[in-house]
């Protein structure tokens, strides 16, 4: 059954705590497991365009499931932010930037979080207007201290990192005032979504959804 899913959000930064960062071979999982982060609090659902099963993940859940926000994640070119927006996208993510894809993602007509890495590139994105950012990769970038000390002197800069984030340091970005969220796989495990297990999704997302935001 079909729904129209509801108008898309004032920052998709404000949803949850945690985006969760999907990665899908099967378009059949996908609306089960959508449905199972949902029901665990987590209505933000980040689907990486690094499977050939992505945009059909991403149309199967934004036609199905709509009380959840689907986005895309690993956009980068502007042919991959139209296909996701056509496919039923509520938000793009990028693991970095361009001017030409900054462009493309601006006239998609949804949310967008481009990627940073450095502060010139946080600066850069500040000059044209754009306040929030997905901080990747983020603990490889020099993780919770580096974006603390960006807090100072750039404290219009909000931030959801991504990439080597689990439950173990979760809190840690989360207690930073210019963190609203963060993204990562922790609560779906590969071998729960190959054996079909949502339930146990579910309690996973729930709890990550329990995580308290500094911001």
């Not at 149309?59 to 056509?86: F, K, Y």
Request: glycine fraction near 10%.
């Amino acid at each position: 059954m079909t729904s129209q899913p509801a108008s898309l959000p004032a920052s998709v930064l404000d949803l949850a705590p945690v985006i969760p960062v999907v990665v899908l071979d099967d378009v059949a999982d996908a609306v089960p497991l959508a449905r199972a982060l949902v029901a665990g609090g987590l209505p933000a659902i980040e689907v990486t365009l690094r499977t050939p099963a992505a945009l059909g993940a991403i149309r199967a859940i934004a036609h199905e499931v709509p009380d959840a926000l689907v986005g895309a994640g690993t956009v980068i070119t502007p042919e991959q932010a139209r296909d996701s927006v056509n496919a039923g996208a509520r938000f793009l993510v990028s693991p970095g930037w361009t001017d030409l894809l900054l462009d493309a993602m601006q006239a998609s007509g949804v949310p967008y979080l481009p990627g940073v890495s450095t502060t010139s590139e946080v600066v850069a994105l500040l000059e044209r207007g754009i306040q929030e950012m997905k901080f990747f990769p983020a603990q490889a970038a020099g993780g919770a201290p580096y974006l603390k000390s960006l807090a100072g002197p750039l404290p219009q800069a909000r931030f959801c990192p991504t990439g080597g984030i689990g439950a173990e340091n979760a809190l840690d970005y989360l207690q930073l005032p210019n963190v609203a969220c963060v993204g990562g796989t922790w609560m779906i495990p590969a071998d729960a979504i190959a054996a079909g297990d949502w339930g146990r999704i579910e309690t996973l997302a729930r709890e990550a959804s329990g995580l308290t935001s500094g911001s």
